[in-house]
């Protein structure tokens, strides 16, 4: 894919994939009218299947659909899309009112590849492997040193381009600069095979992680059961002939044989032989019968059934999964944040170690061996692997965990306010749920005025609900807010609001959804998330651990930075494709302590009679 960073009046192409582009523009984050405009300039685009605002980091995302036209004539669309927005709106608001380089950390992605160059698959794969091959082939065939140095340093070059673009644009120093110190270094010094085997075994990862992309959203189509079937459906009593498109939650329709479910749904009545959708855990045919749910992409084999429609389009289990393997909400992760600005803190103290080593020995091998640390690169190889493997297996298990962020909150859950006022659905099983989140330490409270108490809660009223919200603020404790209706009260400064199947609710906001409303549901959205979570621990240890052994062994016993590389890229592929890519997370909560921990809420105000948990 061949695609140069480009500014077109104010939009900078920062990021682009096949299918997918983000461009930088940064009067959307002062200009919300200007934003809303060239949202709906960009969708009316037959080639664009979605279109992703987020004022906040300045960005635009937009995915089309790569085989309908030449690249070229893609992008010159888009382009006719800013210009039309700039016509009718010429007028911005003063640069000013906003910092245009303000990233949030709602949307990391933008901060991650902001310095990204685009690389052609020449660059990336191509040149280093040739590259590679001259370097083992110098010594036997005697090639000239000055001809095999140029072409490692070729194919480090984009490595060369991001650093010379971050210091351009005053950006603070990353590992990008330590990367290609060691390279530049080691090539002259006739240290050869290490850097043209670095740019490789790099490149070769990344067209893997491509190749497995592209192979999911084959899975998974971008426009969910884009093909515009009539379907003859009954609706309040009526008989109508609609589009798939058009259905609505309560629509009932007959399915035949050959047919493909259109929606997510329960079944009222027939019997049918069923195959299950991509998503699904278990891809045996199974026997449908009335009551039970039948979910958008399985196809009738034999058969019939009536099904009510429930949730539509990318409400839908399909439509959910496709919408996050397209999207990648994975950046607005707290550890993921940490971790770089921890690695950006930690440059110029490297820098400084190979100097100071470097003057104490006289040797560059001891010196440019720190150049190699890892900073906790495992976690963000976990963002686009386990992060989202998570959110995706979650869906399948009837939890919708919209973002990264979400998932880390979820698994992080010191207490849990049960809001019942509107009523408690099913208290047998949320009992259970309750015996279970007790073993783990998490501490429920039910809030209801009036109602009777579940066993193991402690009851709360509306009039002392400032006394919690305080307790978690100033403990930096973690709750979860669980509502049900169509209205969520949950006070979001302090707590993860957690929504009981609602009727409807909008993508990528930050709430936890119950999609089938199963209190076992929440149980396997905690397990997920924690699981998640330990595997990207794992991720870190797996590639800091080996990488310290290698980098000192290289500063004092001279060990050749071969080792190094094969080390460090062995590792991150393990990560990225083995921790990543595994089948199944744990879906069972299991008990970390005997009893929760007892908690003691301090009053509001000092009249207040303090709320103690047992």
């Not at 380089?101 to 794969?125: H, P, S």
């Not at 670095?198 to 490149?203: R, S």
């Not at 991509?278 to 019939?304: M, N």
């Not at 890519?581 to 009053?603: D, K």
Request: aromatic share 6%; with cysteine.
């Amino acid at each position: 894919m061949t695609l140069i960073c480009q500014v077109v009046m104010e939009q900078q192409i920062v990021h682009a994939t096949t299918g997918r582009v983000r461009f930088r523009v940064p009067r959307v984050q002062r200009d919300p009218a200007y934003g809303e405009l060239l949202v709906q300039l960009l969708e009316s685009l037959a080639i664009v299947e979605r279109v992703r605002l987020n004022p906040q980091a300045a960005t635009v995302v937009v995915e089309y659909q790569p085989h309908s036209l030449d690249e070229a004539a893609v992008y010159e669309r888009l382009n006719h899309c800013f210009q039309q927005a700039m016509v009718a709106m010429p007028q911005p608001l003063p640069a000013s009112a906003a910092p245009a380089d303000a990233i949030a950390l709602e949307d990391y992605e933008a901060q991650v590849e902001a310095d990204a160059r685009l690389e052609t698959d020449w660059e990336r794969l191509g040149l280093p492997l040739v590259a590679l091959g001259v370097s083992l082939l110098s010594v036997p065939l005697e090639l000239p040193l000055v001809v095999v140095g140029a072409t490692v340093l070729a194919s480090a070059w984009p490595w060369f381009q991001r650093v010379g673009h971050q210091i351009s644009q005053g950006h603070p120093p990353n590992v990008d600069l330590l990367d290609s110190l060691w390279m530049a270094v080691h090539t002259a010094n006739g240290q050869l095979l290490a850097p043209a085997l670095k740019t490789t075994l790099v490149g070769a990862r990344a067209d893997l992680r491509d190749r497995q992309r592209r192979q999911q959203l084959h899975l998974y189509p971008s426009v969910l059961m884009a093909h515009y079937e009539q379907l003859t459906v009954e609706r309040q009593g009526q008989s109508l002939m609609i589009e798939s498109q058009e259905l609505q939650a309560g629509d009932l329709l007959w399915l035949r044989p050959g047919d493909v479910v259109p929606a997510d749904g329960c079944v009222v009545a027939g019997l049918a032989e069923v195959e299950p959708a991509h998503f699904e855990a278990s891809r045996q045919v199974w026997v449908c019968r009335p009551g039970e749910a039948l979910y958008a992409g399985c196809q009738i084999l034999t058969g019939q059934l009536q099904l009510r429609v429930v949730r539509t389009g990318w409400q839908t289990r399909l439509g959910l999964i496709t919408d996050l393997l397209h999207t990648e909400p994975v950046y607005d992760s707290a550890l993921a944040h940490q971790q770089g600005e921890f690695a950006r803190h930690a440059v110029l103290p490297t820098l400084a170690l190979s100097g100071a080593l470097w003057l104490a020995t006289g040797a560059y091998g001891p010196a440019i061996a720190p150049l190699q640390f890892d900073f906790g690169s495992g976690v963000q190889l976990s963002l686009r692997t386990v992060m989202l493997s998570a959110q995706v297996f979650a869906v399948q298990q009837g939890v919708y965990l919209p973002t990264a962020g979400t998932l880390e909150q979820l698994a992080q859950l010191d207490c849990l306010v049960i809001d019942a006022r509107q009523g408690l659905p099913q208290p047998q099983e949320a009992q259970l749920l309750i015996h279970q989140l007790r073993q783990l330490g998490i501490h429920t409270y039910l809030l209801q005025d009036h109602g009777m108490p579940l066993e193991g809660t402690t009851d709360l009223t509306s009039d002392r609900l400032a006394d919690l919200q305080t307790y978690l603020r100033s403990n930096g404790r973690r709750g979860g807010w669980l509502s049900f209706g169509e209205t969520c009260s949950c006070p979001e400064s302090t707590c993860l609001p957690i929504r009981w199947q609602p009727p409807t609710f909008a993508p990528n906001a930050k709430v936890v959804i119950l999609l089938d409303g199963d209190w076992s549901a929440l149980g396997r959205g905690i397990a997920i998330a924690r699981d998640a979570l330990e595997r990207t621990y794992q991720n870190v240890a797996l590639i800091a651990l080996p990488n310290l052994a290698v980098t000192f062994g290289g500063m004092f016993f001279g060990l050749h930075p071969v080792v190094n590389v094969v080390t460090n890229n062995a590792t991150a592929f393990m990560a990225e494709f083995w921790q990543g890519n595994a089948p199944q997370f744990r879906t069972e909560l299991l008990p970390t302590s005997p009893r929760p921990v007892p908690l003691q809420l301090q009053p509001l105000y000092p009249e207040s009679p303090q709320l103690v948990v047992a």
